[in-house]
């Protein structure tokens, strides 16, 4: 039987179920495959994916906005805590964090939520506008994400690149990831797992990997379909769970570099090594 928290986890409310809804439209079958499945067939669109707005995000979230985006909310029944509201490249439109949610546009008004990419067009090259705002808050949230709550496979040698990566026990495209560490390592990368159980079966999984004594060790025997056991523990899982369902992750693995850049889902090591500039 699955525990209160892991019910309240996976038990989302409207605004949630909406916009996680709209996300699993566009993933494919699979665990993997997370940020190319995001990318519209669109040729606009796809031209956009190497260019990528230089403009900084402001910091100076907009209360007015909040003030007004968190009523909306609240007048069609959504209970949500609008963390800010900060002005884009695009005039009157605004970025969005909300806790526990992905990252959405809104307007001044706070009365439309909008997902997805916005393409500035008019210069030389499209500029994907919205990519730098979600690589932004992703880098700020990893950031703060303490060492001592993710397992790490260090690099080998010299450290070229570090990585994120949302794991899951089950997920055959994790597995394979799992099976080029050494590889991954021998190329000068640094391998930061969090816990992304894709299902409430895997949830007690991940808390046994880590509440072992030796987690690497333990990660190791999930990788290849061991029993892993271990007394319970305060863990990180669910904290990981809440962080990556923020930053948007649909499946698994998903890798972010430490600019907050989301390079994909599995990649030979290395096509990795290239995705991430450690070659």
């Not at 990318?39 to 260019?51: E, L, W, Y």
Request: net charge negative; with cysteine.
């Amino acid at each position: 039987m699955p525990s209160p928290i892991v019910k309240k986890t996976f038990a989302r409310n409207r605004l949630s179920r909406f916009m996680m809804g709209a996300l699993l439209v566009v993933m494919a079958a699979g665990c993997s495959n997370n940020s190319a499945d995001a990318i519209s067939n669109n040729s606009v669109v796809n031209n956009t994916k190497s260019n990528v707005s230089s403009t900084k995000l402001s910091t100076d979230s907009d209360a007015a906005v909040v003030k007004a985006l968190q009523a909306n909310l609240s007048a069609s029944g959504i209970e949500e805590n609008i963390v800010s509201a900060v002005p884009t490249d695009m005039d009157g439109i605004y970025w969005v964090t909300v806790e526990g949610l992905p990252s959405f546009f809104t307007d001044k008004s706070g009365k439309h939520i909008i997902q997805g990419q916005i393409i500035a067009v008019g210069a030389a090259e499209p500029v994907d506008i919205s990519a730098a705002l979600v690589a932004s808050t992703a880098q700020e949230a990893l950031k703060a994400v303490d060492k001592k709550d993710m397992i790490i496979y260090p690099a080998t040698g010299a450290t070229k690149s570090v990585i994120y990566a949302f794991t899951d026990a089950d997920c055959g495209y994790c597995r394979k990831l799992h099976e080029d560490m050494a590889d991954i390592n021998a190329r000068g990368i640094e391998v930061r797992y969090l816990a992304w159980p894709r299902s409430q079966e895997s949830v007690p999984k991940m808390e046994a990997v880590w509440c072992s004594q030796d987690r690497n060790a333990a990660m190791n025997q999930a990788k290849i379909g061991d029993n892993v056991q271990a007394p319970n523990c305060a863990n990180p899982v669910q904290e990981h769970m809440a962080l990556g369902a923020r930053l948007g992750v649909r499946g698994t693995p998903a890798i972010f570099t430490e600019t907050g850049q989301q390079v994909g889902g599995y990649l030979p090591a290395a096509e990795l090594a290239q995705a991430v500039g450690a070659e």
